[in-house]
Structures are given as structure tokens and as C-alpha cells.
């Protein structure tokens, strides 16, 4: 299983960022794919997540109304795309994947490589 997260990077508080997850190895039909988020100092917290099958979502409350978690079968891609940012935003990024949808990240088997967001004020 390989998931390639992608698309951080600085951008000014109130702006938009739309990450990207590429995943492969796996039947995704079956998954649940989520991003998380770990800024310096902090534990890696859940951010959003996504049923394959059926397309359900799940959001943290502090990114609820501003982020949206979507996916492109075609690709097996999922997105995140980041609105109305904030600095308290601003961590690394990680997609992960899971059988059964947990906001735990040590339910996850699998996770890609982090992508920086920062947001300046």
C-alpha cells in the first residue's frame, strides 16, 4: 500500500489549500481514507475522513464548515480542500487509511508522508 500526500504549502490566513492522497495497493472500495494533522509540540490529531463506499463523512469540530473531504475514483485520490484557514491550522498533514473509521490514529495501518501547511497571519 502506497498513499503520496501532496499540495501544502504557506498560505495567508482566510485563503484556501487543496491537499491531495494518492493511494494504490489496496481495494479501496472496502477503506476508510482520512487525513490527519500534527503541529510542532502537539499530538497528531483527526482532521476528516471518508467512507469509499458510500462517500460518508466525517469532520473534526474545529474544521467543520471550512474543510471538505472528497475523493476522485477514477484516480483513487482524496482530497482535502482547506477554506477560510487559520495560523492555528498550520501543522503537517497526513492521509491515512483504516478498514473501520476511527478518529484515533493509532487505529490506522497505513499513512503517507506528511505535507506542510502554514498559515501566516
Known amino acids: 500500500v502506497q498513499l503520496q500526500a501532496s499540495g501544502g504549502g504557506l498560505v495567508q490566513a482566510g485563503g484556501s489549500l487543496r491537499l491531495s492522497c494518492a493511494a494504490s495497493?489496496?481495494?479501496?472500495?472496502?477503506?476508510?481514507m482520512a487525513w490527519f494533522r500534527q503541529a510542532p509540540g502537539k499530538e497528531r490529531e483527526f482532521v476528516a475522513a471518508?467512507?469509499?463506499?458510500?462517500?460518508?463523512?466525517y469532520y473534526a469540530d474545529s474544521v467543520k464548515g471550512r474543510f471538505t473531504i472528497s475523493r476522485d475514483s477514477a484516480k483513487n485520490t482524496v482530497y482535502l480542500q482547506m477554506n477560510s484557514v487559520k495560523p492555528e491550522d498550520t501543522a503537517a498533514y497526513y492521509c491515512?487509511?483504516?478498514?473501520?473509521?476511527?478518529?484515533?490514529?493509532?487505529?490506522?495501518?497505513?499513512w503517507g508522508q506528511g505535507t506542510l501547511v502554514t498559515v501566516s497571519s
Open positions: 471518508l467512507r469509499w463506499s458510500g462517500g460518508t463523512t
Open positions: 491515512a487509511i483504516n478498514f473501520y473509521f476511527s478518529r484515533d490514529p493509532l487505529r490506522y495501518d497505513y
Open positions: 495497493g489496496l481495494t479501496f472500495s472496502r477503506y476508510n
